[in-house]
């Protein structure tokens, strides 16, 4: 079982960056892969960024960020972080942070086992 809390949200201006992060508990984090997902308003769950078990060597992210967001771990502290730089005002969604035991990097929500419970970003224009 694993637990997971998001944290670092909130509402910044077009141009802005802001730093999401994951706190795990529970197992032994370094055997999870971890990925970010996030919910418009009004819209389906969708894919952000992930990054595989253990040292995390493979990462993988949506074309809507990739460049502009940079997801990272650290195992030591047990918590997965998301960097979002010149953020959009389309990027004002939930984000959830989501863990799997194993070392694929699904980018459908179906295979993730454990979910935090959110943290709002709101960018503004």
């Known amino acids: 079982q694993v637990q997971l809390v998001e944290s670092g949200g909130g509402l910044v201006q077009a141009g802005d960056s802001l730093r999401l992060s994951c706190a795990a508990s529970?197992?032994?984090?370094?055997?999870?892969?971890m990925a970010w997902f996030r919910q418009p308003p009004g819209k389906e769950r969708e894919f952000v960024a992930a990054?595989?078990?253990?040292?995390?060597?493979?990462?993988n992210y949506a074309a809507s960020v990739k460049d502009r967001f940079t997801i990272s771990r650290d195992n030591a502290k047990n918590t997965v972080y998301l960097q979002m730089n010149s953020l959009k005002p389309e990027d004002t969604a939930v984000y959830f942070c989501a863990a799997r035991n194993g070392a694929t990097i699904p980018t459908d929500p179906s295979g993730y086992n454990y979910w935090g419970q959110g943290t709002q970003v709101t960018v503004s224009s």
């Open positions: 990054i595989s078990w253990s040292s995390g060597t493979r990462k």
């Open positions: 529970g197992r032994i984090f370094s055997s999870y892969s």
